[in-house]
T-cell receptor, first 109, second 113 residues
């Protein structure tokens, strides 16, 4: 079983749609969680950290459920520019950053 | 403020050779991590350096080694290259080992033939 698992995707959605990404992690000792965005043939870029209380940044909302070991990312009002791969990340042991395989999103006009 | 820079951007090596990849961390960042990303996969953690010491390691063999220098720049060395080592190698720096989120360089694409 992979330490961080994500929906395999890809997701194909029209502009304006709401899309949800799901992620689970296996190590209950994981301390911090993040969502990264990676455009094709580019480096990952930090999208947002994820907190148990939930956090929002514009059209993006992230949520962490420690009891279920589940992380989510919601994108509202999708834009063409949101097309990318979204990577779920768990930090374990204070240094080991475990990335999921990523979920590819295509937003169509 | 300069970001994370990696060199070279592309590299072709022959199986059995050795390679050194370089990374300059973002200004003010003292922690550097290295990752291997195969096509279609997420980055895999190789190791992390904090203030010139290896701070942790992922599931990579000893032929993957590294260094961090007093200016916090870093090197990744891979000995006895194998075909499966072909991948994008990413360096990322963070403000501190506590991890406030990493800033990635654009990577070095290594091809082993």
């Amino acid at each position: 079983r992979k330490e961080v698992e994500q929906d395999p995707g890809p997701f194909n959605v029209p502009e304006g749609a709401t899309v949800a990404f799901n992620c689970t992690y296996s190590n209950s000792a994981s301390q911090s969680f993040f969502w990264y965005r990676q455009d094709c043939r580019k480096e990952p870029k930090l999208l947002m950290s994820v907190y148990s209380s939930g956090n929002e940044d514009g059209r993006f909302t992230a949520q962490l459920n420690r009891a279920s070991q589940y992380i989510s990312l919601l994108i509202r009002d999708s834009k063409l520019s949101d097309s990318a791969t979204y990577l779920c990340v768990a930090l374990t042991g204070g240094f080991k950053t475990i990335f999921g395989a990523g979920t590819r999103l295509f937003v169509k006009a | 403020e300069t970001g994370v820079t990696q060199s070279p951007t592309h590299l072709i090596k022959t199986r059995g050779q050795q390679v050194t990849l370089r990374c300059s961390s973002q200004s003010g960042h003292n922690t550097v991590s290295w990752y291997q990303q195969a096509l279609g996969q997420g980055p895999q953690f190789i190791f992390q350096y904090y203030r010139e010491e290896e701070n942790g390691r992922g599931n990579f063999p000893p032929r993957f080694s590294g260094l961090q220098f007093p200016n916090y720049s870093s090197e990744l060395n891979v000995n006895a290259l194998e075909l499966d080592d072909s991948a994008l190698y990413l360096c990322a720096s963070s403000l501190d080992v506590a991890n406030y989120g990493y800033t990635f360089g654009s990577g070095t694409r290594l091809t082993v033939v």
